[in-house]
């Protein structure tokens, strides 16, 4: 009997000296599982960005053109956001996001090869959300960075055209930059830049591009010699709420989670926003201008492009300063710098999302320190971080500006680029797209 209890005791320790080894290779073998409310979370707001382009940007942009083009304005950014999501699933987050890769750009699940309903992508904590979810959220971005570039060329530049540089730009542009953010052994990412929601990849990059582009295509005919008025406040004043409102997905959302970071997120793009729309307007009125609905249109966007990159990088007084910076120096920028220089970026895509983000980029060095509210550790340094936030914006500059100058080149040798002269001064609805937006 003795012998018989040694016996099993033995077998017992063995067995129980074997789980935790068991239980280990079980573990490693169980697949990770999405967790619902953090798919839920980006899954709306993965629609939240979508509004911010349909309706948002194309109102936005339409109502700041003249009537004849107003048609022409809206079918370009809701194309062009429409090409961005189909190459975005054949290539574009292999290209950004793939399985293999080096500092400046990644490949591997072409066509999404490979991803299925099971699949799941990281996020910044232990938690995992679906990795169809993530490539849709990701893919409205790649849409509307495009649709953003296309504010300075409007009204006198070919749909073709538009299709064809858009092809272009985001293969050679947009698709090197994300990953070079965003993507683990990217450049800049494990330089240890902050963009927490897009300033370099997304306005950094659509402003710069904007103004490489419309240098290329020539100014409007007429350009500061007669008077090119936006058509509709009311419209670009709707746009505008649907901008801010969908813009919760794009800074909330980029926490990947429904977490505490989201939350930050949140109240800094609702602070950041307000201190803008109300310092561009000052900055009228200390200007000797009437403050006006376009000032807070502008300022509304200039504080959204700015927190942009500090959304989950600052406390909302940090938030609120930064509003405030970016929304005077862009009303100087599209006031009098554009008017001093000639160039004519139609609806200041560079004048308020190249200024605005490379001043957010710059700015979210500071944003971060704690003295202001800002999530830095106590032993933050703002100054390597400086140069860090630095070197990126210069590189998304350079970046920028030279394969912007490919595709746009690209794109007159395959369409001529502009349209006629007798098109432009009929109007491009009629011109390109044989309708009005007004029949009266």
């Known amino acids: ?65 003249r009537t004849k083009n107003m048609l022409s304005t809206m079918t370009q950014v809701g194309t062009a956001a429409c090409l961005a999501m189909l190459l975005w699933v054949m290539f574009g987050y292999g290209l950004a996001f793939g399985p293999e890769g080096n500092a400046f750009i990644a490949w591997g699940k072409f066509f999404l090869a490979g ?16 990795e169809y979810v993530f490539i849709a959220f990701q893919m409205t971005f790649s849409a509307i960075t495009l649709a953003l570039v296309l504010g300075a060329v409007v009204e006198r ?14 293969t050679i542009v947009y698709y090197p930059i994300a990953h070079m953010v965003w993507a683990g052994g990217g450049l800049f990412f494990e330089m240890g830049a902050l963009d ?25 005919i007429g350009f500061q010699k007669e008077i090119m008025a936006p058509h509709s406040l009311t419209m670009t004043m709707i746009g505008t709420g649907l901008l801010w409102v969908g813009w919760f997905g794009f800074n909330a959302g980029s926490a990947l989670e429904a977490n505490g970071s989201a939350g930050l997120a949140m109240i800094n793009t609702f602070v950041a926003t307000a201190s803008a729309g109300m310092f561009w307007m000052l900055a009228e009125k ?26 989950g990088n600052s406390g909302p007084f940090g938030a609120i300063l930064l509003g ?20 004519d970026d139609s609806l200041d895509a560079f004048g308020i999302h190249g200024v605005g983000g490379i001043i957010g980029a710059v700015g979210t060095a500071f944003t971060m320190i704690p003295a202001i509210g800002g999530p830095g550790a106590e032993d933050y340094a703002a100054g390597s971080q400086l140069i860090t936030q630095l070197s990126a914006t210069g590189a998304t500059i350079v970046w920028a500006a030279v394969g912007t100058s490919i595709a746009i080149f690209a ?29 009266y």
């Open 1 to 65: 009997m003795l012998k018989h209890m040694k016996w099993v005791g033995a077998t017992g320790a063995a067995i129980f000296a074997a789980l935790p080894a068991f239980a280990q290779e079980a573990a490693e073998a169980a697949a990770p599982v999405a967790n619902p409310g953090n798919n839920a979370w980006m899954m709306t707001s993965t629609v939240l960005v979508l509004l911010m382009i349909l309706p948002g940007l194309a109102l936005f942009y339409g109502g700041l053109t």
């Open 115 to 130: 991803v299925n309903a099971d699949s799941t992508a990281a996020t910044f904590t232990d938690e995992v959300i679906s």
């Open 157 to 170: 530049m070919k749909f073709a055209a538009v299709m064809v540089f858009g092809i272009i730009w985001l």
């Open 196 to 220: 927490f929601a897009g300033g370099t990849v997304v306005h950094i990059n659509a402003g710069i591009s904007a103004l490489v582009a419309c240098l290329i295509l020539g100014k409007r």
């Open 286 to 311: 200390v200007n000797g201008h009437k403050s006006s609905a376009l000032g807070f249109c502008s300022g509304i966007i200039a504080g959204l492009v700015a927190v942009t990159p500090a959304a």
């Open 324 to 343: 405030a910076i970016a929304s005077v120096i862009c009303f100087y920028a599209v006031t009098y710098a554009k008017t001093k220089l000639g160039y």
């Open 411 to 439: 794109a007159k040798a395959l369409t001529g680029l502009r349209v006629s002269e007798e098109v432009e001064r009929e109007g491009l609805d009629l011109g390109e797209h044989g309708e009005r937006a007004y029949n």
